[in-house]
């Protein structure tokens, strides 16, 4: 009975269905052909035509309120906010009017295309990542993007995108809605630029320099980076307002404003305080503070230069000079007003001192650096001058036996004294000399080798070197190891080039490739004072490692500290995961090394295996120390 109801009930449907196609909109017609149907089912015999006509009326009722919940969704969709609606593979399968209206495109232009055609490119690939995973997990994502019209404007608009599922929380389609945000953006830019801007100059404005100096302390304090503050104020400016007008005045306080800002970094702020006074603040300087010192000092002299230089002031040559007071900093121990203060009175010092000139808030800070040009002279003499030496430090197995040593820089300085690496090496580092320093360790590291080789008691020892991250990204520096071990005739192998982590850091896969270039000669890497820096595990892998070198700090605190228990236990496992050695640096006492060897490390370098010395001293642990290297000999090979 159900099967003859339904079968009439949709043969019904289709009468209707073809006479409003006829446009039959009368009821009083629909109503005749119900009635002839109803009349024709119990002439042929068929008692069901009650039941048929029944359910004619409750379809009737249902198609009615599904057109009208279409008529109303229609409606909707063409609302004032532009709207598209996706498949789920991301295809555009319906837009509105407010779209076309806010991109450019016209439906049929994008219909079939990937949103992603509106891209500006201002977004990375991470961005939108981000956006889709969150999509994905919660169905739905808000945010402010920028998209480009068709005509190629660049926009900021409000996108929402909301997943649409199935019944059985399948996504099934996504729908977009878009705003165009320009005027929003317009109004607060303006609103910002009247609040943190100089109207003059467009520089920030002592406000605007106030906020960003005190992210700066807060930034110095957790990074442990010096910042610098400098004080500019224009010398006898007075005179051209006085002589010229201030018209003039302004015209070359602009002038002025452009030169400072290509003075100093994107990253770093020129602000205008009034009248002819400015304050620049430099961030992420050096953590030294004499190498700080050295950096604001050169950006001082640059400064003081660019401002000497003649100014052409509406058909007027000009010329002025500035003078500069600076203060560093490096925590928020210091008050933002006391740092004004402090660069305000080092300022007057540099007036007082005939002007034109840079002037530092601590004089002891001008002694330093005073010493530190000496020292970049001296460094400069100390290759020509056979200053710089080798000592080794052993690293030894889980039975003590030598396995090789690691070769220290120590330079002999004639009034110093013996002079260690922490005291030059920084300096090195700036003034360029840190590359023929570390050609020069090469030559002495591979000219020792050779002796090594020489005799059976010493033949396999490795010797490792630390290479700078200057040094390291000299374009020829894969040449020079090549040439090197040609020339001195030394088995690759046995030279061991230390990495720390900050070469990492810069161009990561010219470093990867540089680096298999030089494992491809035979010589081994080791990653030095892992853990301390920012090490992407991501590239570990990648990397042609032979050996981690767990940092002294780590080990240290290994008695008594579960935390530094835990951080060498990580990274020894790492290690053996990835199938490299591990070695420990500032091996002190026996109670390290016993648990180190318990967590799986079984080779030591420090003072409890024996502390840095000449190569005479490090060579007597050998049973034929009368047939091996001499410093005569090693000088030698190095000549």
């Not at 690939?125 to 480009?148: S, T």
């Not at 317009?186 to 100089?198: C, G, P, R, V, W």
Request: hydrophobic content about 40%.
């Amino acid at each position: 009975m159900d099967y003859i109801v339904d079968y009439s009930s949709n043969k019904a449907a289709n009468l209707v269905i073809q006479a409003q196609q006829r446009g039959e909109k009368s009821h009083t017609k629909l109503w005749i052909l119900f009635t002839a149907f109803a009349l024709f089912t119990v002439f042929s015999g068929c008692i069901t035509a009650t039941m048929v006509l029944r359910n004619l009326f409750n379809r009737d009722s249902s198609l009615k309120k599904a057109h009208e919940n279409l008529r109303v969704a229609a409606t909707a969709f063409e609302t004032q906010e532009g709207m598209l609606v996706t498949n789920a593979d991301n295809k555009i399968l319906r837009v509105n009017r407010a779209f076309s209206r806010i991109t450019g495109y016209d439906a049929d232009e994008v219909i079939g295309q990937n949103p992603s055609v509106l891209s500006s490119g201002k977004h990375k690939k991470p961005f939108y990542l981000q956006m889709w995973k969150i999509i994905k997990e919660h169905g739905y994502w808000e945010g402010e993007v920028w998209d480009k019209r068709k005509n190629g404007d660049v926009y900021p608009q409000k996108l929402t995108v909301t997943a649409v599922t199935d019944n059985h929380s399948v996504i099934t389609n996504y729908v977009g809605t878009i705003s165009d945000i320009t005027l929003n953006k317009e109004a607060e830019k303006k609103i910002a630029d009247l609040a943190y801007f100089d109207p003059l100059t467009r520089l920030p404005n002592r406000r605007l320099l106030m906020d960003r100096l005190n992210h700066a302390l807060v930034t110095s304090t957790r990074n442990d980076h010096k910042g610098a503050l400098l004080f500019l104020d224009l010398d006898n400016f007075k005179t051209l307002n006085d002589t010229l007008g201030h018209d003039m005045g302004d015209i070359l306080l602009k002038k002025v404003a452009k030169r400072l800002v290509q003075c100093i970094r994107a990253s770093d702020t020129v602000s205008r305080f009034g009248g002819d006074e400015f304050v620049i603040l430099i961030e992420s300087l050096s953590r030294k503070s004499t190498i700080a010192a050295t950096q604001t000092k050169d950006i001082a002299k640059k400064i003081l230069t660019s401002i000497n230089l003649p100014y052409q002031l509406d058909g007027h040559d000009f010329s002025i000079s500035t003078s500069i007071g600076i203060t560093l900093f490096n925590s928020q121990k210091t008050s933002v007003d006391e740092l004004l203060k402090q660069a305000d009175i080092a300022l007057y010092q540099a007036k007082d001192d005939g002007r034109n000139s840079m002037r530092f808030f601590d004089p002891q800070m001008q002694e330093n650096i005073s010493n530190r040009v000496a020292l970049e002279e001296e460094l400069n003499n100390a290759i020509e001058n056979e200053q710089f030496e080798l000592y080794y430090q052993v690293q030894v197995d889980k039975h003590n036996n030598p396995l090789g040593a690691e070769a220290l820089l120590r330079w002999n300085h004639p009034i110093r004294g013996l002079v260690p690496p922490l005291e030059f090496i920084s300096v090195a580092e700036q003034n360029g000399s840190i590359i023929s320093i570390g050609q020069w360790v090469l030559d002495a590291a591979c000219a020792q080798l050779q002796l090594w080789q020489q005799n059976s008691s010493t033949e396999s020892l490795t010797l490792a070197i630390n290479v700078s991250a200057r040094q390291f990204h000299q374009d020829n520096f894969v040449a020079t190891i090549k040439s090197t071990l040609t020339r001195h005739k030394v088995r690759p192998e046995l030279l061991k080039l230390e990495l720390t982590e900050s070469i990492l850091l810069n161009d990561i896969d010219k470093t990867i490739v540089k680096m298999n270039q030089i494992a491809a000669l035979g010589i081994k890497f080791s990653l030095d004072d892992f853990g301390t820096g920012y090490s992407s595990l991501q590239y570990l892998k990648k990397l042609p490692l032979f050996q981690l070198k767990i940092d002294k700090s780590f080990v240290d605190g290994l008695a008594e500290g579960k935390c530094d228990q835990e951080i060498v236990r990580t990274i020894i496992s790492m290690a053996h995961n990835l199938g490299l050695s591990v070695i420990a640096e500032g091996v002190e006492d026996e109670s390290q090394r016993q648990i180190l060897s318990n967590e799986g490390c079984s080779h030591y370098q420090g003072h409890l295996c024996g502390k840095p010395e000449t190569i005479g001293k490090f060579e007597v642990r050998f049973s034929q120390a009368d047939t091996l290297s001499t410093p005569v000999a090693l000088t030698a090979i190095l000549n």
